[in-house]
């Protein structure tokens, strides 16, 4: 059995399809359905159904992810274990919107120059989301807002960094933020999300109370909004904030509690973690 053939199974099942599948690979989608289809010949089983352009994977498909992941990552250690640093290999990191637009960027321009042979496989999504796919052993680590939970003790969390609240209006808005908040239409960060709970937390501890226009999960949208004079909104401050809408204010509330801890989740057991280490001390050096 080809282990190419089996990432190719693996890429189809995390993209959805087989032209996404394709992509991630540089193959044709013909390409990616002849290796399907040798595999459904040698194991003897329908591996996908196939329902317009996406590609559902059978039972007997997800009865076999597991141990073909780890087949797949143990090839992928043997040439890991031939580097004396560890800085060789595919490495699948789930983020956060905000890290794509401020830590991912920066990590990756670095990797260019000190590591060439690695190659981060990038996910993005919720923090929710990602952890869920962490622990289906999806994705190598995430860049995700601090768990509200313990995590496991085979999980090791790494803190990058914190990420103060700030409230945000559009330069038309002269009043305080309290006021702000109770006269101008409120965008507010979705609640129930792991880092929303801290612009609710702040609400609550000042005694502000708000009839939210809208609940959203995505801070570059709420960003965009507020720079087009929507409305204003409490939400973490990151690195990019200012690139994704620049024409609003930034006020900091001056609170040290009101701070969200962005972290980095791995296995404890993982044969990349050499290469996490590596990439945890890129995004710390100054």
């Known amino acids: 059995m080809d282990v190419r053939f089996l990432k190719s199974l693996l890429a189809v099942i995390d993209k959805g399809s087989i032209a996404d599948a394709a992509r991630h690979e540089n193959l044709t989608s013909s390409a990616v359905s002849q290796r399907i289809q040798a595999l459904e010949r040698e194991l003897g089983v329908t591996l996908f159904s196939r329902i317009g352009n ?11 992810v597991p141990r073909a992941r780890k ?8 040439k890991t274990d031939l580097d004396p640093v560890g800085l060789t290999g595919e490495l699948r990191i ?3 919107s905000t890290a794509l637009t401020g830590l991912i960027p920066q990590l990756m321009k670095k990797l260019m120059t000190q590591a060439p042979d690695v190659k981060l496989s990038i996910v993005p999504g919720t923090s929710a989301s990602l952890y869920e796919r962490l622990i289906a052993e999806e994705l190598d680590a995430i860049v995700v807002v601090d768990p509200p939970f313990d995590t496991p003790k085979m999980m090791k969390k790494i803190t990058l960094y914190v990420e103060p609240l700030v409230f945000i209006k559009s330069k038309s808005v002269s009043l305080p933020i309290a006021e702000a908040i109770q006269s ?27 009839d939210p226009l809208c609940d959203l999960d995505g801070l570059e949208a709420i960003a965009i909004l507020v720079s087009e004079g929507v409305g204003v909104s409490l939400i973490p401050y990151w690195q990019g ?13 001056d609170v ?10 791995h296995p404890v057991q993982t ?7 590596f990439l945890v001390g890129l995004i710390n050096e100054e």
Do not use: F
């Open 94 to 96: 789930g983020a956060i």
């Open 71 to 78: 087949i797949v990552q143990e090839i992928q250690a043997l």
């Open 54 to 64: 996406t590609a559902k994977p059978t039972e007997s498909c997800m009865r076999l």
């Open 271 to 277: 044969i990349n973690s050499r290469l996490i280490s």
């Open 256 to 265: 040290k509690k009101y701070q969200r801890e962005i972290t980095l989740l």
């Open 184 to 210: 101008k239409p409120y965008i507010q960060y979705d609640p129930h999300s792991w880092g929303g709970r801290l612009a609710t937390e702040y609400l609550h501890d000042q005694q502000i109370t708000v």
């Open 241 to 253: 904030l200012e690139k994704i809408a620049n024409d609003i204010v930034i006020s900091n509330v």
